[in-house]
């Protein structure tokens, strides 16, 4: 039924079809069309209107989100400065150094370095004169070149401090880009820079500790654990610097060995470096005097030869030499630096470091054994450490193994070695005979079967006589209360070319303790020593170097869990010790080993 029809409204004449016009309808109609072409045409500008306030409102979103994921997210080299320097992300790719404490000697730090896209930068003149504002350093004229010339990214500066990068980000360069990357640190500097060496730009290492396990430390992410000690290091590299000035020296250096596992807890070589800086020392100061150095060593070398005599069967230490006058042969003298007015037996031949006697005792044992036995305690081949700077010794052919050479090599001349070799021969020694391997890596599993070199008689006897060094010797600045030092001076004089030159020697002293049962050794070489006041004029190894070891010990004892001993048990200690050589030398030298200890502390307690 119509609807217009149910209403029973009128008929009305049919509207014109004219646009703009209202067709009929209810008067409750919720609609109603454009009456006007102006209506419509304002309908349709309002649409338009909205239509693109949508357009602009979903292209910000989009800008938007670009924006965010560019400065949050994006790992790509466009990335801008705060991005690079404060990622979470970055991982160094070098292991870390330590010691055998955990204290970081070697460590990698993320770092950003610089460089210039040159597909993206605009105008390279001014970005150079901007970027020196910062970079003050840079070769201006050679960098606009480079960036003209390339279509490719062109390194400007590697590793850039934070507040370089936030400079030059403020400058708004179009086409920089902050790359990141690393850089090696060393937080103990100088003191260990021999040690470790040092890594160039790329973080390859190029000497020391860092070029010989440069594999390792970049293929392991595990810290490389060293034997050394850093309250050790930094109190043998004090005593040397404040030794090395006293006595004007123009070189110093020492060590610190473990001879129970031949570790090296302290090495240091003065004048040394900044390992940061390597290129800006001199040659002298890169110079490792315990490894490079092949030194003769002078009377240090007679514990060698007095370890030989005993151990070879052909001596005791009662055994007598005339030492009252000089030896001449193959027009050379050797003569001693305070002769004695009497014969010496093997005990006093090594307490009062007698040249001439030491001369005769090799001339009985010959050349041949005497050749055989360095070499079995690794004299006269290069020592094995973990070190590219080590050097080899300079030992005379067999052929040339004459008389006179195994005589002036029983007093320390005529060979050269390093430190690290002369410390683990006299640690094999006095370590009941068993050989020592030298390391610079904390020891990680149990040492190899051992090694016998001499016997433990031998041994004994060694460890008696170097404890009379410093009781009765050439070394009596060296004793520390409660600590029973034993050791060996050794003052040579420095070769030039042909001839010695009896105004530049080298002093060393090797000390060792406690000497009753050897636990650490320690030896110091000080080039060229001057004398002073407080030395009466001398500089020979009595009086610099000696002591010298004394402080050291003194100071280290404690911290390697060492308690200094009571004088009464110290004496009785000592006493036993030197027994193994003998009644007929001890009354010889006036040495009274009776003494009843147990009575001393009955009567004391009381």
Not at 151 to 173: D, E, F, W
Not at 222 to 245: F, G
Request: aromatic fraction near 6%; include cysteine; glycine fraction near 8%.
């Amino acid at each position: 039924m119509n609807f217009w029809r149910s209403q029973k409204r009128p008929k009305t004449l049919p509207q014109p079809s004219l646009p703009g016009l209202f067709s009929p309808a209810s008067e409750n109609a919720s609609f109603r069309r454009l009456a006007t072409p102006g209506e419509h045409a304002l309908e349709i500008a309002r649409a338009r209107l909205v239509f693109t306030s949508i357009m602009f409102s979903i292209m910000y979103v989009l800008i938007a989100g670009r924006i965010v994921d560019l400065t949050m997210f994006s790992d790509s080299p466009d990335t801008i400065a705060t991005t690079a320097t404060t990622s979470d992300s970055t991982i160094t790719s070098r292991a870390d150094i330590t010691d055998r404490n955990g204290t970081v000697l070697a460590t990698s730090l993320p770092t950003v370095s610089l460089c210039a896209n040159a597909k993206k930068m605009f105008d390279a003149d001014d970005a150079v004169q901007k970027l020196l504002t910062v970079l003050p350093d840079l070769d201006g004229k050679k960098l606009v070149g480079e960036i003209k010339n390339t279509r490719r990214c062109v390194m400007i500066k590697r590793h850039i401090t934070p507040k370089q990068s936030y400079a030059i980000n403020k400058l708004g360069i179009a086409g920089l880009e902050f790359m990141p990357d690393e850089r090696r640190i060393y937080p103990i500097g100088h003191m260990t820079s021999h040690l470790l060496g040092y890594t160039n730009i790329d973080n390859a290492g190029l000497a020391g500790v860092e070029k010989f396990l440069d594999a390792r430390l970049q293929q392991e992410s595990t810290p490389v654990e060293l034997s050394i000690d850093l309250r050790l290091q930094t109190i043998l590299h004090r005593e040397l610097s404040d030794s090395m000035a006293e006595f004007r020296a123009v070189a110093a250096s020492g060590l610190i060995m473990d001879i129970s596992n031949g570790e090296i807890i302290g090495m240091v070589s003065l004048p040394d470096f900044d390992p940061h800086r390597p290129s800006e020392g001199e040659d002298e100061a890169r110079f490792n005097g315990n490894t490079l150095g092949v030194y003769e060593m002078g009377s240090t070398f007679k514990i060698f030869n007095t370890a030989l005599a005993l151990e070879s069967g052909l001596m005791k230490p009662s055994d007598l030499f005339n030492t009252t006058h000089s030896i001449e042969i193959a027009h050379r003298t050797i003569s001693d630096y305070h002769p004695e007015s009497h014969w010496l037996n093997v005990a006093e031949i090594f307490t009062h470091s007698s040249n001439v006697g030491s001369a005769l005792m090799a001339e009985r044992m010959g050349g041949i054994r005497q050749r055989a036995f360095l070499s079995r305690l690794g004299l006269t081949g290069k020592v094995s450490l973990e070190l590219p700077e080590v050097g080899a010794p300079l030992v005379p052919s067999a052929s040339n193994w004459s008389e006179i050479t195994t005589m002036t090599i029983a007093y320390g001349h005529g060979i050269a070695v390093n430190a690290v070799q002369m410390a683990s021969a006299v640690a094999g020694i006095i370590n009941d005979g068993v050989k020592v391997q030298p390391t610079l890596l904390k020891a990680s599993q149990h040492p190899s079967a051992p090694n016998k070199i001499v016997s433990s008689r031998t041994s004994q006897q060694m460890r008696a006589l170097m404890r009379l060094v410093v009781t009765h010797g050439t070394a009596k600045q060296a004793d520390v209360s409660g600590y029973l030092v034993g050791g060996k001076t050794g003052t040579a004089d420095k070769l030039n070319g042909k001839h010695y030159n009896e105004n530049a020697r080298r002093a060393s002293f090797i000390g060792v303790f406690p000497i009753t049962s050897p636990r650490y050794l320690v030896m110091v070489i000080l080039d060229e020593p001057k004398a002073t006041a407080k030395t009466h004029g001398y500089a020979t190894a009595g009086w610099t170097t000696a002591p010298l070891v004394g402080k050291v010990i003194g100071q280290i004892g404690p911290l390697l869990g060492i308690s200094p001993i009571e004088p009464d048990i110290a004496l009785a200690a000592e006493q036993k010790l030197l027994k193994n050589l003998g009644t007929d030398v001890l009354d010889r030298m006036n040495i009274n080993t009776e003494e009843d200890y147990a009575a001393n502390e009955s009567s004391k307690s009381q």
